[in-house]
């Protein structure tokens, strides 16, 4: 099941969502409860690759400015609500603890070289709109479209923007792996990228965007199979 836009749960909760086995397919990750932890992404047996998206750290667009801003984690490290985290190898990652409820902010990071990429992710048990989510961050955003992780599975041989769902309020650009289009709706548990447009402020989340609908539409590079 599901939390309602306006509803609010007490005490904790165990949240499962299914990823991608493979030990070279990475998934976007972000935590539905307040104290989050990368453990929760490691399958039994296996030392996941895990990475968040320090923007401060990139260079440039190219394929080398891009790589500067990724910084290796280890499973220890606590999941900040509304950022969004990479991870190889998760399978059934499971969350407890207390459920994120109301406004999340995330500080808008600038790069170098026009690279302005901030790496967020539903900071909630429950799917959020992407377009009440850019409705409400237009003024951070340039453009103002979200960029979903839709790998073609080529197992790092062929990493490409091409490989990102693009979502905008003008619609959606699908990647090479999804088989249906995006709804619209950004799943739980969901990371995604956004362009920073360097105004500063914050990123905001809030129980607005929170919908009914599909919450399975969690993007895990299975061949022609969305979750």
């Given at each position: ?96 603890g207390l459920p994120q409820q109301g406004a999340v902010s995330v500080p808008a990071a600038t790069g170098a070289g026009g ?60 990647g090479p792996n999804s088989g249906l289009p995006f709804s619209g709706n950004i799943a739980s548990c969901q990371g995604f ?35």
């Amino acid at each position: 099941g599901q939390a309602g836009p306006n509803s609010l749960v007490n005490g904790n909760i165990t949240y499962r969502r299914q990823g991608n086995t493979s030990q070279i397919v990475y998934n976007y990750w972000s935590a539905p409860i307040t104290n989050g932890v990368l453990s929760s992404l490691a399958a039994p047996g296996f030392v996941p690759n895990l990475y968040q998206y320090n923007t401060a750290n990139a260079t440039g667009l190219d394929y080398l400015g891009t790589q500067a801003g990724w910084d290796p984690l280890t499973p220890a490290t606590a999941m900040t609500p509304g950022r969004g985290y990479i991870a190889t190898g998760a399978g059934l990652a499971n969350f407890t603890g207390l459920p994120q409820q109301g406004a999340v902010s995330v500080p808008a990071a600038t790069g170098a070289g026009g690279n302005n990429f901030n790496l967020l992710g539903n900071p909630y048990p429950a799917p959020i709109s992407a377009l009440q989510f850019l409705t409400t961050n237009s003024a951070r955003l340039n453009p103002a479209s979200i960029y979903i992780w839709d790998d073609d599975a080529s197992g790092g041989t062929n990493y490409a923007a091409g490989d990102f769902i693009t979502y905008s309020t003008l619609g959606t650009v699908n990647g090479p792996n999804s088989g249906l289009p995006f709804s619209g709706n950004i799943a739980s548990c969901q990371g995604f990228f956004v362009n920073h447009n360097g105004s500063g402020g914050n990123f905001t989340f809030d129980n607005s965007m929170k919908v009914y609908g599909t919450n399975s539409e969690f993007f895990d590079a299975s061949t022609v199979t969305r979750m």
